[in-house]
Nanobody
Framework: QVQLVESGGGLVQAGGSLRLSCAAS????????MGWFRQAPGKEREFVAA??????????NYAESVKGRFTISRDNSENTVYLQMNSLKPEDTGVYYC?????????????????WGQGTQVTVSS
């Protein structure tokens, strides 16, 4: 089992940037498909981004609402996955969760992910 700890959330004005980190322990992130999800108050958890860095290549998937603004990446030496968020909007507000799943599919479906972090709050003010 991999353990995941998110950090980097905070309060930012619209148009600003944040970088979220997801530090993994117990296993290496290269063994997993890594995803980011978010949940706004009163709403269901939704997919944000996912990345897979298997031997056959790198694969990414992004929600339409964040394409061109968010980027998922990894640092093997730090065993950490990042979510760079630019041009933030108030509708990006929510708790952001890091998740991991075995396999190759950069799934947008949250039940496909077996391991979850505790979440980090992102608030974008208008």
């Amino acid at each position: 089992q991999v353990q995941l700890v998110e950090s980097g959330g905070g309060l930012v004005q619209a148009g600003g940037s944040l970088r979220l980190s997801c530090a993994a322990s117990g296993r290496t992130v290269s063994e997993y498909v890594m995803g980011w999800f978010r949940q706004a108050p009163g709403k269901e958890r939704e997919f944000v981004a996912a990345g897979s860095w298997s031997g056959s290549g790198s694969y990414y998937n992004y929600a339409e609402s964040v394409k061109g603004r968010f980027t998922i990446s990894r640092d093997n030496s730090e065993n950490t996955v990042y979510l760079q968020m630019n041009s933030l909007k108030p509708e990006d507000t929510g708790v952001y969760y890091c998740a991991a799943r075995k396999g190759r599919s950069v799934s947008i479906w949250s039940p496909a992910y077996d391991n979850w972090g505790q979440g980090t709050q992102v608030t974008v003010s208008s």
